[in-house]
Nanobody, 125 residues
């Protein structure tokens, strides 16, 4: 059974930092690209960042570029999203997801086969 589990969410003041982790089991982790998405009530799920299988390709939404860093550890079967200089508009439920799709499709939620349950991030102004 494939499982993805996010952790590390919480409440932080604007300008602060959080580090989200995604623990993966039930699949050959090194064969999957990993993406991070976020969603607020009434809005569609939004691409945040993605990291490729070997960890050498990293992609970011313009809104988080320069503030967030995505990484992975294939030996530990985990992916991480370091979030710095957080803003109130970063408030959302954050999800990690895994996909075998090629790089050009990493920003599209429908291309991901496996999802975590999400973790809430709240940034207070």
């Amino acid at each position: 059974q494939v499982q993805l589990g996010e952790s590390g969410g919480g409440l932080v003041q604007a300008g602060g930092s959080l580090r989200l982790s995604c623990a993966v089991s039930g699949l050959t982790f090194r064969n999957y690209n990993v993406g991070w998405f976020r969603q607020t009530p009434g809005k569609e799920r939004e691409f945040v960042a993605a990291v490729t299988r070997a960890g050498n390709g990293r992609y970011y939404a313009d809104s988080v570029k320069g503030r967030f860093t995505v990484s992975r550890d294939n030996a530990r079967r985990t992916a991480s999203l370091q979030m710095d200089s957080l803003k109130p508009e970063d408030t959302a439920v954050y999800f990690c997801a895994a996909t075998t799709v090629v790089i050009s499709g990493l920003t599209v939620p429908a291309n991901y086969q496996h999802w975590g349950q999400g973790t809430q991030v709240t940034v207070a102004s």
